[in-house]
């Protein structure tokens, strides 16, 4: 069964606070997003495989350990998504990166896919799926199935905030998938909005609307 795992760092709780905040304009929210990306990826970077390799320090020679070559690949759901990859760049700058591009329809909430593109091995990577919004969880169960009817087979979902739905369809949809969160909110309200959220996150990072 999936696990899911909110991040409750005392840094992310407090950026995510401020990226909650209505009154955060976009280049702050933007900054701020970019900011909790890095350290959530600090966290879900955590089990990764080590392997021991022997080097020469000034002093003496010494046994220490590297990543053991794991090949990630970062896979943003356009387009809030993309205001969390540079984040996580920063800590695995060597990641490959490929998008899919899903918008909500507005009248009945179910994701619509108008873009994919991917790097070739995607079945040799592990993949973090990234958007900010776990909504009702039509967007990222639809990219996950994208994704694994390509080949993937090793892919964790990585979001700021989700609400219990879309936690639920992810978890019944994909109990493979691990999900990490910044916060997991209290319901969705009528207009399939997180609440208390942060609104609409691609309008707040573009500056749209
Ligand atoms: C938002 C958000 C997620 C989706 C979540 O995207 O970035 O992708 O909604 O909702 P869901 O869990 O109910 O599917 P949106 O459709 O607003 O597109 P955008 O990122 O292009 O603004
Ligand atoms: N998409 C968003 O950007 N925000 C929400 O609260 C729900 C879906």
New binding site residues.
């Given amino acids: 069964m999936a696990n899911v795992y909110v991040l409750d760092h005392p840094l992310i709780q407090h950026k995510l606070t401020y990226i909650r905040n209505k009154d955060t304009g976009t280049k702050e929210f933007r900054e701020l997003v970019d900011e909790v990306a890095a350290l959530m990826a600090f966290e879900i970077t955590r089990d990764m495989p080590l392997e021991e390799i022997e080097i020469e320090t000034p002093v003496t020679t010494a046994k220490t350990k590297i990543l053991s070559g794991k090949k990630i690949g970062l896979i943003p ?5 993309l205001g969390m990859v540079d984040g996580i760049l920063r800590l695995i700058p060597a990641a490959k990166v490929g998008h899919v591009g ?3 329809d507005p009248e009945t ?1 179910k ?1 619509v896919e108008y873009y994919i593109k991917l790097p070739s091995d995607i079945n040799e990577r592990e993949l973090i799926v990234i ?10 169960n639809d990219a996950i199935h994208s994704l694994k009817k390509r080949g993937a087979n090793n892919i964790k979902l990585m979001c700021l905030i989700a609400a219990p739905e ?1 936690v639920e369809l992810v978890k019944k949809e994909h109990p493979d998938v691990d999900i990490y969160l910044a916060a997991l909110d209290e319901k969705l309200n009528d207009h ?1 909005y997180i609440v208390p959220g942060l609104g ?4 707040r990072l573009f500056g749209t609307k």
């Fill in positions: 759901i356009l387009r809030a998504g899903l918008y909500r909430l994701p958007d900010p919004m776990l909504a009702t969880g039509g967007s990222a879309g399939g609409d996150a691609g309008d």
